[in-house]
């Protein structure tokens, strides 16, 4: 039997990226993150993404606007790729057009992020 | 099996050079026009900040291509739109795979088994995403 809270804990967060448009991670044994993505952030949320920030506790990965508004991804980093995440510095992101072909890049630093308890 | 002869090798690297350079104008067409688009953008404020732009860009694609060829993805995660996507950069830049993809779903099912008691605990099967 599923219960409530399985179904309330799978839905993603209306406010998460991956509720908002087609996101993939992928990370490497070199610490390199590319996030690929179908949809411009500004066009979505209505501002630019500043930074990733990653908070090892508890896997939770942060996309945070220039703002300082903070968005979840949607569902927790993998725990195989959480050491690299950890380490890594910066994130490529690109924007796919169709699902095909890179229509831009950009560079965005990636932070650790404390847990508030 | 047969041994690579001098021209089998030569026809074999053409091939590969032709795929990557197929590829490349393939993925990076639109890119490319945004960049240099960029550049004229940025042509009006200063000089440094078209450097900086080009800078960011270039680095930005060199350190993607560059490093799809030299690294093995440890795993993907994400809605999944993109698996196809990398499966073809990684088919045609004789890159190390992504060997492992993890959707909402699967995150989802591994934190509940890991929430129950140890007893219960079987170890999940991250489902298979590389060599075909």
């Given at each position: 039997?599923?219960?409530?809270?399985?179904?309330?804990?799978?839905?993603?967060?209306?406010?998460?990226?991956m509720a908002a448009m087609a996101i993939d991670i992928a990370v490497n044994d070199k610490a390199q993150i590319w996030v690929l993505h179908d949809r411009n952030f500004h066009d979505v949320f209505g501002e630019h993404i500043a930074h990733l920030e990653y908070h090892p506790?508890?896997?939770?990965?942060?996309?945070v606007s220039e703002n300082g508004m903070s968005r979840p991804l949607g569902m927790p980093v993998p725990e195989r790729t959480r050491p690299?995440?950890?380490?890594?510095?910066?994130?490529?992101?690109?924007?796919?057009?169709?699902?095909?072909?890179?229509?831009?890049?950009?560079?965005?630093?990636?932070?650790?992020g404390v847990n508030k308890t | 099996m047969a041994a690579i002869t001098t021209d089998e090798t030569a026809k074999e690297e053409d091939g590969y050079l032709g795929s990557i350079s197929g590829f490349l104008s393939r993925k990076w067409g639109d890119i490319t026009?945004?960049?240099?688009?960029?550049?004229g953008n940025?042509?009006?404020?200063?000089?440094?900040s078209v450097g900086n732009y080009i800078d960011t860009k270039i680095k930005g694609l060199l350190d993607f291509i560059f490093g799809f060829v030299k690294s093995n993805f440890i795993g993907m995660?994400?809605?999944?739109?993109?698996?196809?996507?990398?499966?073809?950069i990684c088919d045609n830049m004789h890159a190390g795979l992504v060997n492992a993809f993890v959707g909402a779903?699967?995150?989802?099912?591994?934190?509940?088994?890991?929430?129950?008691?140890?007893?219960?605990v079987v170890a999940p099967a991250e489902p298979a995403y590389g060599p075909r």
């Open positions: 039997m599923i219960s409530f809270n399985f179904l309330k804990k799978n839905k993603r967060p209306e406010s998460s990226v506790q508890t896997g939770d990965l942060m996309f690299e995440i950890e380490k890594a510095a910066q994130a490529h992101f690109f924007l796919i057009r169709d699902k095909k072909a890179i229509a831009d890049c950009e560079i965005k630093p990636v932070r650790l | 026009g945004k960049i240099w688009d960029g550049v940025a042509l009006g404020p200063t000089l440094d995660f994400g809605t999944g739109d993109f698996r196809n996507f990398m499966d073809e779903a699967d995150a989802q099912r591994i934190d509940e088994e890991n929430a129950a008691p140890k007893s219960a």
